[in-house]
């Protein structure tokens, strides 16, 4: 079992920040890549950002590429996503997930929410314009 906490969301307006922190606890949290993924009203859930478990791989959905960065501190049990400059269609609840899936040192996690076991019961980012 791995049990996740987000905090961190908020309301800011656009070109705003915020940080986001996904504490985990149980089985072994530094073995597995994790996963950030956000679901907007009416839309599916999606992936935002992924790290692989020892943080030296990541991946970001291009909508944003170069505005947030996840990165983790297997010490504390946690990841984090920072969001900057952001807009009103990032407006969403925002999740995180473990994938325990291991496809090497590198695999940064899948981009589906199936390829996730277990997940945080999310936090709401909302971005004014």
């Known amino acids: 079992q791995v049990q996740l906490v987000e905090s961190g969301g908020g309301s800011v307006p656009t070109g705003g920040s915020l940080t986001l922190t996904c504490a985990a606890s149980g089985r072994t949290f530094a073995s597995h890549a994790m996963g950030w993924f956000r679901q907007a009203p009416g839309k599916e859930r999606a992936i935002v950002a992924s790290i692989s478990w020892n943080g030296r791989n990541t991946y970001y959905t291009d909508s944003v590429e170069g505005r947030f960065t996840v990165f983790r501190d297997n010490a504390q049990n946690t990841v984090y996503l920072q969001m900057s400059s952001l807009k009103p269609e990032d407006t969403a609840v925002y999740y995180c997930?473990?994938?325990?899936?291991?496809?090497?040192?590198?695999?940064?996690?899948?981009?589906?929410?199936?390829?996730?076991?277990?997940w945080g019961q999310g936090t709401q980012v909302t971005v004014s314009s």
């Open positions: 997930a473990a994938d325990l899936n291991y496809k090497g040192p590198l695999y940064s996690g899948g981009l589906s929410d199936t390829d996730y076991a277990y």
